[in-house]
């Protein structure tokens, strides 16, 4: 019988061996063997191909002690087969030419088939899957309908959040409009990546925290609430991560997943006592961390752990995603210091 993937017991909250660790953006430019694939491929190059994106998803296992493969993709790519002209700009991040601008923009979204439009992403997964051993999970994962409905409509980078949150307010049928399609994106997308084998499923909020809790939980929260609800049947426990939200904890802890990821804002024990429903943990070292000194990232590491202090179904990670000038080394470190706390602590 296959072994269940350590992670996925921990976000269920069962007793494992070892904490399962991963870290977001795990594969990415901070690896110069990811920089090599991109000096002949764009992101999206990488995305549109199975065998190059199984292999950049497998970069980070090669290097270090991980117990997950995260997909490599990226949450807005259901929406260029919806008519979203998206292009990543180096320095700038990602640009929408035809943002959504008015009700009619919302209605001329084309509907998302994951088996038409997003194949390869879905055989890297199934790929992936036989390539890594069965204490490995692999996670696939979607933006959430707030994070994805913020670039549809603002297009490009904000400070402010100013157009998602004035078409919230003054085009509030249009905005819920957008969300009920965008459920369905999330939903589906996720829904087929379990399919396709995957053993976690995340939901990334990444904006959420740029709401306060009464327009989070009277215009975003049913949403994100509909997609979990809908993941029950697959099968695969499911972690929803959003940023800078500790306004939002106990909400965020309500709306029906298996898993709260929580970022480098609030001490990681001091997020979980605040979580209104009973639920699993991952985060949360600062993603700075890894920029410091041996003794600073050992130091960051065990005060992770420690607070944490063995409470079954913690996932551990960074707050956030991993900088693009950490120096792998630094990872490798973090890595040894998760374990080597786990071997003298035991
Ligand atoms: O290893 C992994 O974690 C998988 C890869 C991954 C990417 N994007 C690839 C990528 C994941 C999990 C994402 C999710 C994603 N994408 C999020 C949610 C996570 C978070 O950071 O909060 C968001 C908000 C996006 C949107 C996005 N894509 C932004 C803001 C940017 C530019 C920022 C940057 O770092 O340059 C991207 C581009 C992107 N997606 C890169 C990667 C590796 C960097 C550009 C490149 O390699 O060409």
Known sequence: MALTPRLVRACRGEEVDRTPAWLMRQAGRYLPEYRKVREAHSLLDI??????????????????????????????LPLVPMGIDL???PGKGPVIQNPIQSPSDVEALKPFDPRDHLSPTLEAIT??????????????????PFTLASYLIEGGPTKNFGRVKSFM???????????????EVSGRWLTAQAEAGADALQLFDTWAGWL???TYEKQVMEHSRFVFHNLKGTGCPTIHFAVGAPHLIELLSQVGSDVLGVDWRLSIDEAWNRFSMDCAIQG????????GSEQHIRRAVIDVMERVDRRPGHIFNLGHGILPQTPPHSVTIAMDAVRSYEATAA
């Open 169 to 183: 307010s003054n085009e509030p049928e249009a905005f819920l409009a957008l969300m009920t399609k965008l459920r």
């Open 284 to 291: 949360n070292l600062d993603p700075t961390a890894l920029l």
């Open 47 to 76: 995305c549109a191909d199975a065998e190059l994106t199984s292999k950049v998803t497998l970069q980070p296992l090669e290097r270090f002690d991980l117990d997950a493969a995260i997909i490599f993709a990226d949450i807005l």
């Open 212 to 214: 306060n809790p009464i």
């Open 127 to 144: 790929s992936v899957r036989t390539q890594v051993n069965q204490d490995t999970a692999v996670i696939g994962f979607a933006g959430a």
């Open 87 to 89: 292009d990543f700009v």
